[in-house]
């Protein structure tokens, strides 16, 4: 996975969109999809797909949560 994320997620059985999200780093992105945090962090700990501490810790923060630390879904559409 650190020498090469795309080939190490060649042939899982994840969406696309899994796909983009991890190798981005996006880690909001997969929050907000179920992703467990906790998990995710490994992915900092080992500096992964252009992850560290503090860009996972500042992209987390950047997240919404409800009073049970589950992800808000912010829409964009005022109806």
Do not use: H, T, W
């Not at 796909?19 to 900092?44: E, I, K, S, T």
């Amino acid at each position: 996975m650190a020498k090469d994320p795309a080939q190490a997620l060649a042939g899982k059985d994840i969406s696309e969109l899994e796909r983009q999200a991890l190798l981005a780093g996006d880690v909001g992105m997969l929050f907000r999809m179920g992703a467990n945090p906790f998990l995710m962090a490994y992915m900092a700990r080992f500096e992964v797909c252009g992850l560290n501490a503090e860009i996972y810790n500042q992209r987390m923060r950047a997240e919404r949560i409800d009073e049970f630390g589950l992800p808000l879904v912010v829409s964009d559409d005022p109806a």
